[in-house]
């Protein structure tokens, strides 16, 4: 155990430094006793404002001491469940529920029966049942129908608030007699769920009656003949979770229920355990296909010919629930009849039982499949979901003529097979033998050499030029421009007035200045010529463009910069950085987050990455630099440090904060790292106190607590985790100076906070 020097710690305020003496005389005392002290004193402070404090500071004072966990503040908190604020007591109930001192129960009981507080009622009830008081439950059956007559309650609060609390009781009550395990409470929960005029409490109860023995049990078997289906197909569930042969008789009988979804809700809720032959067999014989899956994926001891007999079945979730069972066969033994049936299955009119059945194929006779997955994934008119089953299969062969065929489809006019095409690629080029045609296929994919840009596209392009322009730094697209002065050019009437006036309206006057009344006999109000600036400014009605499929080569690069960052290599990071100045944005942005996967994971860039990393910095919009930032501080490129640097001077805080993270990430001390703690944006003041820190260590004391009382307090709760880093002994007496000040009276709720949050499960006593 670490030993520390007396004429290292620091003095309390009041209390010389001298005055910790170690036990027998030695030298030096335990950091535990250290602790211990210095607990004891926070503890001690707290106390005293929760006693004499104003309201708020009560509260606080109260919630902390139930963070710091110590049994020194037991009487106290016994104290403050009396206190004339009924928001203290309810801290302090909840204070004591996480203490856990059972000298608490007899003043919470009370608390329970007699505040009229229902928030003060439920935090007393939830103390008593985690500290497992048995005298509780006599009122907990009492709370199961209304307002009992010994138990004091708030008679105006259903007419000032609405709301009548006893119904959150009523749960908690029924929760706390499942903790407690009462059985004999179980006839009066049955009652109040029968109530038609009340609640409804079978979500809660039958949850509950699982934990209250044989009695819940039968209770939840008599619910199974219910006329509610709802609560039948609740209990169904909760008695197929539970090991009692009261219900695994009531399982048997519910999966014999006339309605469906009890029947699936009850195969759902089973565990796999649970599974014996008896259920199987009712489930196989069941009329629907979905209950006959789950029986073939759960039976037990089954053989290759049982399993391939069910094929037979024509529902289709059978089919495919017979492949991934063989799929998961261990040491299976194939045969050519074996092989012809799945061919058969696959050659169905079943798109969604063949692309498992092409699975199936691949994982038991893995090459031998090839030529049969070759074909199908090239053929355009299969459907997608076949296609996709067969793309599946050659990504797990993965052999050169697999993955040549997979990248093949990258130019498919289906966007789901791209899409897998290049994750598949993605997994073969992290680890197989094809890795490295796999890699090769997506750097070409992003590089758009797969998919270029069609040659009308390009045409079409260098027509547009000309009307290429941009509105209030942000470019429009040629269209949109060709569409605004096809619009501005069309005459069409901006407003009813407008039609009325306009050159098909009547003559006379309609070119009226608005303004010369006497001359057009018109007399228009302000009001008037309001409404009539408003009209003039009225926008032609849009049109709703529809969905278009998206082409291969918008979306193809996108994807493949995705994919690339988890593919951590020098060729890909030097692709991926010829890509984050790209024209499109979306290709950009994928790039860059792909070189900060590549640089966390391997913590190192190449040196070309690093240069177009800078230039981004220096040139791009603004979430392009935050991730090009952050990328350099992942690859720990430590001579960037005087270049991000300067970055600290952004006038974009985001920009600012990544700096800070990256320049700390690289190990580089920040200079002005005291001033931007003092940053006017939040992210950048954390940032800056977390580099300290982590720089500074015990050196830093001082500057974070001035930090926790900054804006008000704003970070106090990420100071007071920092605090904790550097230790509460050094910590605790700076912010007990600070309670001890009548001066600073408005930064004691700071004080309390953090104070709590240092000690937070500190040593108990």
């Not at 059956?141 to 009523?170: N, P």
């Not at 069309?490 to 006497?518: C, H, N, Q, V, Y």
């Not at 990455?609 to 690859?635: F, K, Q, W």
């Not at 260590?697 to 926790?708: K, P, Q």
Request: aromatic share 4%.
């Amino acid at each position: 155990m670490t030993l520390l020097n007396a004429e290292e710690i620091l003095p309390l305020p009041g209390r010389p430094a001298n005055s910790i003496n170690s036990p027998a005389g030695h030298g030096s005392i335990q950091e535990e006793d250290i602790q211990r002290i210095y607990l004891s004193d926070v503890v001690d402070v707290l106390a005293a404002l929760l006693r004499d404090g104003v309201d708020v500071h009560r509260c606080g004072a109260a919630r902390a001491l139930g963070e710091i966990k110590s049994d020194q503040a037991t009487e106290v908190l016994l104290e403050a469940l009396l206190d004339e604020d009924e928001d203290v007591r309810t801290d302090a109930a909840e204070a004591l529920a996480v203490i856990g001192d059972q000298r608490a129960s007899k003043q919470l009981l009370k608390n329970l029966i007699g505040d009229p507080c229902s928030d003060v009622k439920m935090a007393a009830l939830n103390a008593l049942t985690k500290m497992k008081v048995a005298e509780v439950i006599p009122w907990l059956k009492r709370l199961l129908s209304w307002h009992d007559a010994e138990i004091i309650w708030d008679e105006d609060e259903f007419y000032e608030g609405g709301w009548d609390s006893w119904v959150d009781l009523q749960i908690a009550a029924i929760k706390a007699l499942a903790e407690f395990g009462v059985e004999d409470a179980v006839p009066e929960i049955v009652t109040a769920i029968n109530d038609e005029d009340a609640q409804d409490l079978s979500e809660f109860a039958f949850s509950a009656f699982a934990r209250m023995g044989a009695a819940g049990a039968g209770a939840l078997v008599g619910y199974l003949d219910d006329k509610d289906s709802r609560h039948r197909r609740r209990a169904a569930v909760v008695l197929a979770g539970i090991d009692h042969d009261a219900a695994r008789k009531a399982v048997l009988h519910g999966l014999k229920d006339p309605s469906k979804d009890v029947r699936l809700a009850i195969a759902g809720a089973l565990n796999t355990n649970s599974f014996n032959d008896q259920i199987c067999e009712i489930l196989l014989a069941d009329q629907e296909p979905e209950l006959r899956a789950i029986a073939i994926l759960h039976v037990d001891d089954i053989n290759v010919e049982q399993l391939i007999s069910w094929l037979e079945d024509p529902a289709g979730e059978v089919q495919i629930a017979v492949f991934k069972r063989l799929m998961a066969m261990p040491n299976i033994k194939v045969n050519a009849d074996l092989a012809s049936k799945l061919q058969a299955k696959i050659a169905e009119d079943n798109p969604a039982a063949a692309a498992i059945a092409l699975e199936a194929y691949t994982t038991l006779f893995g090459e031998t499949a090839s030529d049969t997955l070759l074909e199908i994934l090239a053929d355009q008119d299969q459907p997608e979901a076949v296609r996709l089953g067969a793309l599946h299969g050659l990504r797990m062969i993965a052999n050169e003529e697999a993955v040549q065929a997979i990248g093949q489809t990258l130019t498919s006019k289906d966007r789901q097979i791209r899409f897998d095409a290049i994750a598949a690629l993605g997994e073969i080029a992290k680890s197989n033998a094809s890795a490295d045609q796999a890699r090769a296929i997506l750097i070409a994919a992003l590089n758009a050499e797969i998919t270029p840009l069609p040659e009308e596209q390009e045409e079409q392009k260098d027509a547009l030029a000309p009307y290429e322009k941009k509105v209030d730094s942000e470019a429009e697209s040629a269209e949109d421009i060709i569409e605004k002065e096809e619009s501005e050019n069309e005459e069409f009437p901006t407003s009813t007035w407008a039609a009325i006036m306009g050159t098909d309206g009547p003559k006379e006057g309609r070119m009226a200045e608005l303004g010369d009344t006497r001359k057009n006999r018109i007399h228009l109000t302000e009001t008037d010529m309001e409404m009539l600036a408003l009209s003039a400014q009225t926008p032609r009605k849009s049109r709703v463009r529809l969905a278009e499929e998206t082409p291969a080569f918008k979306d193809v690069p996108q994807f493949a910069a995705r994919v690339l960052g988890e593919v951590p290599s020098d060729d890909v990071a030097s692709a991926l950085a010829l890509n984050i100045e790209n024209t499109s944005e979306q290709i950009r942005i994928a790039a860059l987050d792909s070189l900060v996967r590549i640089g966390e994971s391997r913590g190192t860039l190449p040196k070309d990455t690093i240069a177009a990393l800078m230039r981004v910095v220096a040139n791009s919009e603004r979430d392009c630099r935050l991730l090009a930032v952050r990328a350099l501080g992942a690859a720990k490129a430590t001579e960037c440090a005087g270049y991000l640097a300067h970055r600290l001077e952004d006038g974009d805080s985001f920009i600012r904060t990544e700096a800070i993270k990256a320049l700390s990430n690289m190990g580089v001390e920040i200079m002005k790292i005291n001033q931007l703690i003092d940053d006017e944006e939040r992210s950048v003041r954390l940032a800056a106190a977390e580099s300290l820190v982590t720089f500074e260590g015990d050196a830093a004391l001082e500057r974070i607590i001035d930090f926790a009382f900054a804006n008000e307090g704003y970070h106090r709760l990420e100071a007071g985790q920092l605090l904790r880093q550097i230790g509460a002994v050094k910590a605790n007496p700076p912010l007990i100076a600070v309670i001890e000040d009548e001066n600073r009276r408005r930064e004691w709720q700071v004080a309390i906070e953090v104070l709590g949050s240092i000690n937070s499960k500190n040593i108990r006593q």
